[in-house]
């Protein structure tokens, strides 16, 4: 009868059966995961007991920008990868042994223009002329771009250099850079170090940034179960978040060791939301034509972004969260 119970239970709690979980656990999933609260559904999956539920092993390899975890799954480091959109569209002209499986969030708040109010710069036109720090081949670099078209300037009216983005705060206070394009948890921690002295240009966003789930395509064909397995969890991750968002924003404010106030800075910023939906293909569009217009790349034509997005795995856990056009 003890035993009935027990193998009961374990059906109940982890959705397979006793043996079906050990063998499901054998083998580990490497997940490289960009030390963001845009990677939250993947700490909150962690914390929550979401990826065993669905029998899968997940070992996170936490780095600190979604451009490495790119590289950590194209180099063979990492299985699977937390990426905003444009790393993806950046390797894309080089390289097709890896797909998007799903995007997880988005957000048109968390890549910011901040600047040094002592550099005398209140208005986006007051850029002109200085030196704002980057981080070449990342979404922000793109994001700086749409920022000053959107104000009627080029990269060509500022300076720009590559800073990491772990460095970018201590750049900006000790006066390396007039300015930064930088994302969280880089701009809150700007706002600490800088206090009043901090000014966010604030306009229109030009960009809807994604933060996705991506993989080596070898991965998912000689795993064909992994992909669904992650993607159940997160979608596990993502109901418990609108459902319990404080318990949510505490495993992330703990897991990387932020103060409670950053959560009040951004979590409002996010919509998080696990899809595959043609915004992601018109962004990436969007971002290749920007790309090869300014020699960042040296290509004739763009690639299809359908050829980059494996969409059955999330059909088969949510047929609805996927609405792509072929």
């Known amino acids: 009868m003890f035993r009935i119970a027990t193998v009961l239970v374990v059906f109940l ?37 979401f990826f065993r539920k669905h029998g899968v092993n997940v070992e996170m390899i936490e780095l600190v920008g979604g451009h490495r975890s790119m590289q950590a799954v194209l180099t063979g480091k990492a299985d699977m990868g937390t990426s905003s959109d444009y790393p993806v569209m950046i390797n894309s002209f080089t390289r097709d042994d890896f797909a998007v499986l799903a995007s997880f969030v988005s957000s048109e708040n968390d890549v910011k223009l901040m600047a040094n109010r002592k550099n005398a710069i209140h208005v986006a036109r007051d850029l002109k002329g200085k030196t704002i720090g980057i981080v070449k081949g990342g979404s922000s670099h793109y994001f700086l771009d749409r920022y000053l078209l959107f104000n009627g300037m080029q990269l ?27 994302w969280e948890p880089y701009g809150y921690l700007a706002h600490k170090r800088l206090g009043s002295d901090l000014n966010i240009l604030l306009e229109i966003s030009p960009y809807r940034e994604t933060f996705n789930l991506i993989t080596g ?4 064909k000689n795993h064909p179960e992994a992909a669904s397995r992650v993607l159940r969890a997160l979608k596990d991750s993502v109901e418990f978040m609108a459902k319990e968002p404080a318990q949510a924003q505490e495993i992330v404010v ?42 960042i790349v040296s290509a004739s034509g763009l690639p299809n972004y359908l050829d980059y997005i494996l969409p059955g795995p999330l059909k ?9 056009i072929n």
């Not at 500022?158 to 900006?172: K, R, Y």
Request: with cysteine; proline share 3%; glycine share 6%.
């Open 13 to 49: 709690v982890y959705g397979c059966t006793d043996s079906e979980v050990s063998t499901n656990l054998a083998g580990k999933t490497r997940i490289a995961v960009s030390k963001t609260p845009l990677s939250a559904p993947l700490y909150i999956a962690e914390a929550k007991g």
């Open 156 to 182: 060509k009216d500022v300076t720009t250099i590559h800073i990491n983005p772990e460095e970018m705060p201590a750049a900006l206070q000790a006066g390396k850079v007039d300015a930064l394009s930088v």
């Open 217 to 220: 395509k070898n991965y998912t």
């Open 254 to 295: 703990k897991r990387l060791g932020l103060d409670s106030e950053f959560i009040d800075w951004v979590w409002k910023d996010y919509q998080f939301l696990l899809t595959l939906d043609q915004a992601l293909i018109v962004t990436l569009e969007n971002e290749a034509r920007w790309a090869v217009e300014n020699n």
């Open 316 to 324: 088969g856990v949510d047929a609805s969260a996927v609405t792509l």
